[in-house]
Nanobody, 128 residues
Framework: QVQPVESGGGLVQAGGSLRLSCAAS????????VGWFRQAPGKDREFGAA????????VYSDSLKGRFTISMDNAKKTVYLQMNNLKPEDTAVYYC?????????????????????WGQGTQVTVSS
């Protein structure tokens, strides 16, 4: 069983960059797909990006594509979310989640219910 642990959040000015990390505690991410979700105050949790089993493919929400990049290290111990050109509307708690379910379609990995293991979240605040 893997437990995701997020880090790297903080306060940044609009236009800046941050890199979030999601470390696999207790195991590694081999055999798991890993997704990043975010939740802004008063809003529902929304999908951001996912990397499927051991980095075989990636999927992004339309709103983040081009600014955010998800990647996994070779040891499959850490998944990163590189966030560039940040905007105030990116302010949210960012969650990392892992899933051991296999689906042929990437679409299933954009849904929170696909993921069984969740981190505690890391706060990202973008000032204008």
């Amino acid at each position: 069983q893997v437990q995701p642990v997020e880090s790297g959040g903080g306060l940044v000015q609009a236009g800046g960059s941050l890199r979030l990390s999601c470390a696999a505690s207790g195991s590694n991410f081999g055999g798991y797909s890993v997704g990043w979700f975010r939740q802004a105050p008063g809003k529902d949790r929304e999908f951001g990006a996912a990397i499927r089993f051991s980095g075989s493919s990636t999927v992004y929400s339309d709103s983040l594509k081009g600014r955010f990049t998800i990647s996994m290290d070779n040891a499959k111990k850490t998944v990163y979310l590189q966030m560039n050109n940040l905007k105030p509307e990116d302010t949210a708690v960012y969650y990392c989640a892992a899933s051991d379910k296999y689906y042929s379609s990437n679409n299933y990995y954009t849904v929170a219910e696909t993921y069984r293991y969740w981190g505690q979240g890391t706060q990202v605040t973008v000032s204008s």
